[in-house]
T-cell receptor, first 113, second 112 residues
Framework: KAGVTQTPRYLIKTRGQQVTLSCSPISGHRSVSWYQQTPGQGLQFLFEYFSETQRNKGNFPGRFSGRQFSNSRSEMNVSTLELGDSALYLC????????????FGSGTQLSVL | GDSVTQMEGPVTLSEEAFLTINCTYTATGYPSLFWYVQYPGEGLQLLLKATKADDKGSNKGFEATYRKETTSFHLEKGSVQVSDSAVYFCALRKPGGFKTIFGAGTRLFVKA
C-alpha cells in the first residue's frame, strides 16, 4: 500500500498570501489529521476529519481551515500568511473514526518570507 | 486540559548505552499511550503503544510500560545504536476521541 502523500514537499510564500496544502491518505483510511510542527512548539493539533466532517479543531486562528473530500483526500488552507506560520505541516491518516494509530506523511515545509 | 510532558533534550549517548526518556501525562479517563519516532526529513512513525494500565508496548528493542499510578510511560532501550538517533515523541489519545496530543519531543544523539 502506498503511504500518506503530502504535496507540495516545499513551499515558499510571502506575507499576506494564501496557501493550500494537500494530503492523500493511505487507501482505505477515512480519517485525516493535520499538525503544525515548529522547533519551539513541537506538534500542535490543527484538525481531525472523518468522512468529510471535521471532528475536532485545535486552537488556531480562523485563517487556518481545512476540508476532506469524499475520496478521503484532505486539504488545508492558510490565508493571509504571517511569518509565524513558517513550519512543517504534517498530515496523518488513520483507519477509522477515533482510531488511535496514526500514519504520517513526510510533511510540507512552508516558509513565509 | 489533557497534556503530555517529556524530558527535554537533547540526550547524547554512546553506542550500546542504556536509554531512558521520561514521559508523564495528564488526562481524565483512560487514554491510550504512544511513542512515535521521527527520523531526519521524515514524518513520524509509530514505535509502540499501550492501551491500558500495566500494558507493556515493545518494538525494535524499545519498551514502555503504562503506569496509571504514576501517570507515566517512560521509553527504554537496553543498548542503543547510532541508527536510533532521532526525535522521540510521547503521545496520548482518549478512546473515542478525535485528537492525539503530543509531547514536545526529545532529540536523541547516539555516538559511535
Amino acid at each position: 500500500k502506498a503511504g500518506v502523500t503530502q504535496t507540495p514537499r516545499y513551499l515558499i510564500k510571502t506575507r499576506g498570501q494564501q496557501v493550500t496544502l494537500s494530503c492523500s491518505p493511505i487507501s482505505g483510511h477515512r480519517s485525516v489529521s493535520w499538525y503544525q510542527q515548529t522547533p519551539g512548539q513541537g506538534l500542535q493539533f490543527l484538525f481531525e476529519y472523518f468522512s468529510e466532517t471535521q471532528r475536532n479543531k485545535g486552537n488556531f486562528p480562523g485563517r487556518f481551515s481545512g476540508r476532506q473530500f469524499s475520496n478521503s483526500r484532505s486539504e488545508m488552507n492558510v490565508s493571509t500568511l504571517e511569518l509565524g506560520d513558517s513550519a512543517l505541516y504534517l498530515c496523518a491518516s488513520h483507519e477509522g473514526q477515533g482510531e488511535a494509530k496514526l500514519f504520517f506523511g513526510s510533511g510540507t515545509q512552508l516558509s513565509v518570507l | 486540559g489533557d497534556s503530555v510532558t517529556q524530558m527535554e533534550g537533547p540526550v547524547t549517548l554512546s553506542e550500546e548505552a542504556f536509554l531512558t526518556i521520561n514521559c508523564t501525562y495528564t488526562a481524565t479517563g483512560y487514554p491510550s499511550l504512544f511513542w512515535y519516532v521521527q527520523y531526519p526529513g521524515e514524518g513520524l512513525q509509530l514505535l509502540l503503544k499501550a492501551t491500558k494500565a500495566d500494558d507493556k508496548g515493545s518494538n525494535k528493542g524499545f519498551e514502555a510500560t503504562y503506569r496509571k499510578e504514576t501517570t507515566s510511560f517512560h521509553l527504554e532501550k537496553g543498548s542503543v545504536q547510532v541508527s536510533d538517533s532521532a526525535v522521540y515523541f510521547c503521545a496520548l489519545r482518549k478512546p473515542g476521541g478525535f485528537k492525539t496530543i503530543f509531547g514536545a519531543g526529545t532529540r536523541l544523539f547516539v555516538k559511535a
